[in-house]
């Protein structure tokens, strides 16, 4: 069963940086598909950034510039490095991921980790 534990979040000062973490537990050969997505209070969820072999790394125009998606596979970890935060961009942020497996492909949700930017 693959789980996914999500890390890294808090409160960051207006103009801060914040790394969060993704980590890919299970037994996967590979993460074929990699994205965060955040929801903001009161507003629907929205695509953040994604990152694949086939399709390259996309961002959302809010963050591009600002946002890198990576991974490490030897740790089975995604990472989400967030630049020059603003109150905007608070909101809780969730890892999904497609990964191929013994059972094969199979989609995973974090539980999400919260950000709150503010000066």
């Known amino acids: 069963q693959v789980q996914l534990v999500e890390s890294g979040g808090g409160w960051v000062r207006t103009g801060g940086s914040r790394r969060l973490s993704c980590a890919v537990s299970?037994?996967?050969?590979?993460?074929?598909?990699m994205a965060w997505v955040r929801q903001a209070p009161g507003k629907q969820r929205e695509f953040v950034a994604s990152?694949?072999?086939?399709?390259?790394?996309n961002y959302s125009d809010s963050v591009k510039g600002r946002f890198t998606i990576s991974r490490d596979n030897a740790k089975n970890t995604v990472y989400l490095q967030m630049n020059s935060l603003e109150p905007e961009d608070t909101a809780v942020y969730y890892c999904?991921?497609?990964?191929?497996?013994?059972?094969?492909?199979?989609?995973?949700w974090g539980e999400g980790t919260q950000v709150t930017v503010s000066s």
């Open positions: 999904n991921v497609i990964t191929a497996g013994p059972m094969g492909r199979k989609t995973t």
């Open positions: 299970g037994t996967i050969f590979s993460i074929d598909f």
């Open positions: 990152e694949s072999s086939g399709a390259g790394t």
